[in-house]
C-alpha cells in the first residue's frame, strides 16, 4: 500500500507504541499532539516527526492518516475540535483507537469528507511497551466501505491480523477482551488469596502459579478446543477434590463463590462436549450449586 503520513493525537501508552511500530514499518509521521507538550516533543524527536504540539491549527500539519488516541470519553470532542481546523476532509482518513466506542462517533469529521474508522488492537499497552508489541495481534476494525480496505491494509503493514466486525459486536468484543486480560489479574489476585489462607506467602504463591498459568495458555493457543486444554478435578469428574475445596473456602465466601461459578461454567462447557458421563456432571453440579 502507498506509506501515507501519519498523525497521532494523543502520545499515552498506545499512542506512543504505535507511532513507534508505524515508523519502523516506514510510514512518514507527520506530526504528534498531545495536551502535555513535553511527551509530545520527546515522541517526535524519537520518530522523526516533522512537527509537534498540543493539537493541530492548520490541516497543512497533518498527515492523510490521523490517529485519535485519545481517552474514550475525550474521542468525540476531539473529533468536532479537529473538524473545526478545516473545512474539506476529503482525501483524509482518520480513525481512533476504542474498543467500546464505534466510528459513528467521528460523525464531524465523516462529514467534512473524511473515510472513518474504529482501529482497536486487541492487546494491552504499557508505557513500557515498544513496537514488538504491536506485531502478531489482532486489530478489530469497523467503519465505512473506503476506510475499511485502507484500514486491513495499514493492520497488515503493522505485522496484524485486521479483522472486520460490525458496530454492534464492537462493545462485546471489548467485554470479552476485559475479561480475557483485566479479570486475569483478578482471577490470580484471587488465587493468591486462596493459597495464603493456608499460610503461604501470597507473593511466593503467585510466583509458583505463573509457570502453570504460562503453560495453559501455550496449550490453549495450541488447542482446536479449549477444552482441549483443560485439565484437573472437574475435567477429570473429581467431585471429592472438588467438595474439599469448597469446604476450605468457606470461611471466605467471596472465593467459595468465584470457585463455585467458574467451576459451573466449565461443567456447562464438558456437559455440552459429552466429555464425562451424565452423573458425574449432576454430581459436580449439585456440589457447585449456591446453596
Not at 93 to 120: D, E, I, M, T, W
Amino acid at each position: 500500500m502507498k506509506k501515507l503520513s501519519i498523525s497521532f493525537i494523543g502520545t499515552g501508552a498506545l499512542g506512543g507504541v504505535m507511532a513507534r511500530a508505524a515508523a519502523m514499518a516506514g510510514f512518514p509521521i507527520k506530526s504528534v499532539f498531545n495536551r502535555s507538550i513535553s511527551p509530545a516533543r520527546k515522541l517526535a524527536g524519537e520518530i522523526g516527526a516533522e512537527q509537534f504540539g498540543e493539537f493541530p491549527r492548520q490541516i497543512k500539519s497533518l498527515g492523510k492518516l490521523i490517529f485519535l488516541t485519545v481517552p474514550d470519553r475525550h474521542i468525540e470532542g476531539a473529533a468536532e475540535k479537529l473538524a473545526g481546523v478545516e473545512k474539506n476532509f476529503d482525501d483524509y482518513f482518520v480513525a481512533h483507537c476504542s474498543g467500546n466506542k464505534p466510528s459513528a462517533v467521528l460523525h464531524s469529521l465523516q462529514k467534512r469528507g473524511a473515510a472513518v474508522a474504529a482501529f482497536h488492537p486487541i492487546q494491552t499497552f504499557s508505557p513500557a511497551s515498544t513496537p514488538a508489541d504491536f506485531r502478531d495481534i489482532f486489530i478489530d476494525i469497523e467503519g465505512d466501505n473506503k476506510s475499511v480496505d485502507f484500514f486491513k491494509n495499514f493492520a497488515g503493514e503493522l505485522g496484524c491480523t485486521p479483522m472486520e466486525i460490525a458496530p454492534e459486536a464492537k462493545p462485546y468484543l471489548h467485554a470479552a477482551a476485559v475479561m480475557a486480560s483485566n479479570y486475569l489479574v483478578a482471577l490470580l489476585e484471587s488465587a493468591g488469596q486462596m493459597a495464603e489462607m493456608g499460610g503461604i506467602d501470597g507473593k511466593e504463591a503467585r510466583g509458583a502459579l505463573m509457570p502453570l498459568v504460562q503453560k495453559n495458555v501455550s496449550n490453549i493457543a495450541r488447542s482446536d478446543k479449549l477444552l482441549d486444554a483443560l485439565s484437573g478435578p472437574i475435567s477429570r469428574g473429581d467431585s471429592d477434590t472438588v467438595a474439599d475445596h469448597l469446604k476450605l473456602l468457606e470461611s471466605n465466601p467471596p472465593l467459595a463463590t468465584l470457585y463455585r461459578k467458574l467451576g459451573q461454567v466449565l461443567i456447562q462447557s464438558i456437559r455440552e462436549n459429552g466429555r464425562l458421563p451424565k452423573q458425574k456432571i449432576n454430581e459436580l453440579f449439585e456440589i457447585l450449586d449456591e446453596q
